[in-house]
């Protein structure tokens, strides 16, 4: 092959990394709560009996869901100033991912809301509950212990999509890289340590997610 | 003295199907009174109107003279606000056939959710009412089990306890043994058994037989939406004076 590794360069330049790293972290966190509170609404929305409530929030989740997010990305940050929005590049990228989480997350509550007894609601009224008690005292716990595994798969796949604030030149854990492989040519070994941070990553995440779901586990 | 619960010429569709065909019903206090019927009669639908899980289009039913669900103004019939239904939905309680656990919440939890949240009582309060009822059932030591761990008889005596721990005037039970395996079905009906002798006032609906006979001092045959034949259980069942009711007796199993 010819290609003897050398990691020095990529050792010497791993703070940048590991900043990049924090920075996708923080887009991640912001995003995803954010997208956590626009999924709800809009799951509850779809399960509304009034078309006024899920008709757009059907419309949001299809449009969103069938555009790439690279487009979205690139959409809110160039487009959206010519129509008078402009923000900067870690805030553009924010609200693009939290937009994308949020169609997909009400994806995954509105399933786990249809797995909620209906019973639960009748019980819950038939003691008195208003409606608004019953979602946050009965359906959203009781829906959310139902999510856990799928939402653990759609955070991390959300958390790799911070990579995508590259093409924005957002200095995230992508471009960092990007910029110390142009540096000092480490190719292989720039990308080789990228992977492994993204992948060690994950495999955190993962782990608390598990973690929460045996906490919160309903018994059976 | 007024009726505790006074239903007149209930009407109820489900779209085009007319379910309750005019169903009149008469309780006073501490009158339990079992209803019976074969399947699709209209009982759970009955049941279900008197605390409003089902809207219905004709008649009237009242609890102490307060009037469920519907008010008249200006000549038109319309529905009660949300809140004030919620409000009314105090005066009975419901066990269902399903139980209807909360399963995220622990046998006591799901007795103090409603006392904390309607009653706005305090925790140590609702705390304190819900281990008393939650004695009377027999399943104090059960109060931190998850509904998962328990029994479906068990699970069913709690979310009676659920019930009544909210005070109210009047209890339904709808088929609260037809989801259980045989051996647990008296520990469930004995509970509702010693609610009777308490004094208190029940709507049951049941295909056990035999306990409606000793604890109903009134029995509600249903069929096809309408009232078939009602009396005193020592009557009906010995000599019925409809064929149908007859009929359904017959098919009946008194264990
Ligand atoms: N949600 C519903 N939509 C349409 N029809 C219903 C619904 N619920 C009940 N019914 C019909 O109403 C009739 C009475 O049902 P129900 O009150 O449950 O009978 P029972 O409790 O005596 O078995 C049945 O014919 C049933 O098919
Ligand atoms: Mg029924």
């Avoid at chain 1, 997010?69 to 693009?96: E, H, M, W």
């Avoid at chain 1, 924005?168 to 292989?188: D, G, S």
């Avoid at chain 2, 009669?41 to 605390?51: A, Q, V």
Wanted: aromatic share 8%; glycine share 8%; proline share 3%.
């Amino acid at each position: 092959m010819g290609y003897t590794l050398n990691f020095d360069a990529v050792w010497r330049s791993f703070d940048r990394l590991l900043a990049g790293l924090g920075l996708s972290l923080m887009l991640a966190i912001v995003a995803i709560a954010i997208g956590c509170v626009i999924g709800l609404v809009v799951a509850f929305a779809l399960r509304s009996p009034s078309g006024l409530l899920r008709r757009p929030a059907g419309l949001y989740v299809t449009v969103i869901r069938n555009t790439p997010i690279l487009v979205l990305v690139l959409f809110t940050y160039f487009a959206l100033p010519q129509l008078g929005v402009r923000l900067d590049k870690i805030n553009s990228f924010i609200a693009t991912l939290a937009i994308y989480s949020g169609a997909y997350l009400a994806e995954v509550f509105r399933a786990g809301l249809i797995a909620v007894p209906p019973g639960l609601r009748e019980a819950g009224l038939a003691i008195g509950l208003t409606e608004m008690q019953i979602r946050t005292s009965i359906t959203l716990p009781v829906m959310l212990r139902n999510v856990l595994p799928a939402l653990s798969s759609t955070f991390i796949s959300l958390f790799k999509d911070t990579s995508l604030a590259a093409a924005i030149a957002v200095p995230e854990l992508t471009f960092e890289a990007r910029k110390i492989n142009v540096e000092t040519f480490r190719v292989v070994e720039t990308w080789i340590v990228a992977s492994c941070l993204y992948v060690a990553t994950c495999t955190v995440l993962a782990a608390l997610m598990r973690r929460i779901e045996r906490r919160l586990a309903i018994l059976r | 003295m007024t009726k505790l619960l006074e239903i007149r010429d209930l009407h109820k569709r489900y779209g085009a199907t007319e379910v309750l065909k005019g169903v009149d019903c008469d309780m006073a206090k501490g009158d339990v009174v079992c209803v019976i019927g074969s399947s699709g009669s209209g009982k759970t639908t009955m049941l279900r109107c008197i605390n409003m899980l089902e809207e219905f289009q004709g008649g009237t039913i009242r609890i102490n003279d307060e009037e469920i669900g519907y008010e008249t103004v200006g000549g038109m019939r319309r529905r009660k606000r949300e809140r004030e239904i919620a409000r009314q939905r105090l005066l009975t309680g419901m066990a269902f056939q399903q139980f209807n656990l909360f399963p995220h919440l622990t046998a006591l939890d799901n007795v103090t959710l409603g006392l904390i949240k309607v009653k706005k009582l305090s925790r140590a309060e609702a705390r304190t009412i819900a281990e008393r009822w939650l004695e009377r059932v027999g399943l104090l030591a059960r109060k931190d089990h998850y509904p998962g761990q328990l029994s479906g008889g068990q699970q069913q005596r709690v979310a009676i306890a659920r019930a009544i721990a909210m005070n109210p005037l009047l209890m339904l039970f709808d088929e609260v043994t037809s989801a259980l395996d045989p051996e647990l079905v008296n520990e469930v009906l004995q509970v509702i058994k010693d609610l009777a002798r308490d004094g208190m006032s029940m709507l049951i609906v049941t295909h056990e037989m035999r306990f409606a006979y000793e604890v109903a001092n009134r029995v509600i045959f249903m069929n096809q939406g309408r009232i078939g034949e009602e009396g005193d259980p020592r009557e009906m069942f010995v000599t019925p004076k409809t064929e149908r009711l007859a009929e359904f007796l017959k098919t009946s199993t008194f264990r």
